[in-house]
């Protein structure tokens, strides 16, 4: 799976941001609670454009949030059209733009438009590619017991099954676990 890559930094960005709602994130809480965890996510993953640091902001990005997260699971046509509704709603106009140190890419909302609507768009932008491709089965759920996070596959055999290397090598562990019961057995 290849893709241009502002989308597949959009997709990798979206899967972390849905892995921080209480049923996906390492410490089982809502890990966009605070301003503070809201601007070092956003920081560590250098989105630009304006935020103006409220609460009532916060709270709007954690509503997308969950609205991406129904969309992560949903079947081709329901996801394309998600997609559009969110599109739509936004008046989203495509353009091409080149700021701070990113070489032309692809922004469908101004730099200074609210920042829970630039998440959306930018998120919504980047499933398009994956409708096209129709690559829908590259969005997952993390395979791991008990873990309720989300996976973009960008790999090109398709086999990354876990969320994180913690849920990896949790379930290796698990299988190894069960592999030596057997051979006491
Ligand atoms: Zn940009
Ligand atoms: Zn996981």
Redesign the pocket.
């Known amino acids: 799976m290849h893709f241009a890559p502002d989308v597949e930094e959009t997709l990798n960005f979206a899967a972390v941001l849905l892995n921080t709602a209480p049923a ?1 994130s390492r410490s089982g809480r809502d890990e966009l609670a605070t301003l503070g965890e809201l601007h070092d996510l956003l920081d560590a993953n250098r989105y630009g454009g304006t935020r103006d640091r409220s609460e009532s902001e916060r709270r709007t990005v954690v509503q997308t949030r969950d609205q991406l997260r129904a969309l992560w699971t949903l079947e081709r046509d329901e996801l394309a059209g998600g997609i559009n509704e969110i599109l739509r709603a936004s008046n989203a106009l495509p353009q091409l733009v080149r700021h701070d140190e990113f070489d032309w890419h692809i922004h469908a909302t101004p730099l200074d438009a609210p920042l829970s609507e630039r998440i959306r768009v930018e998120v919504a932008l980047a499933l398009v590619d994956i409708i096209r491709a129709s690559a829908t089965d590259r969005l997952r759920v ?3 017991h008990d ?1 309720g ?1 989300v ?1 973009v596959d960008l790999s090109r055999n398709g086999s990354k099954r ?3 290397v ?2 990896g090598n949790r379930m290796n562990m698990i299988a190894y676990r069960e592999r030596q019961l057997a051979v006491d057995a």
């Open positions: 996906a993390c395979e791991a873990c996070g996976l876990f969320c994180s913690r849920c």
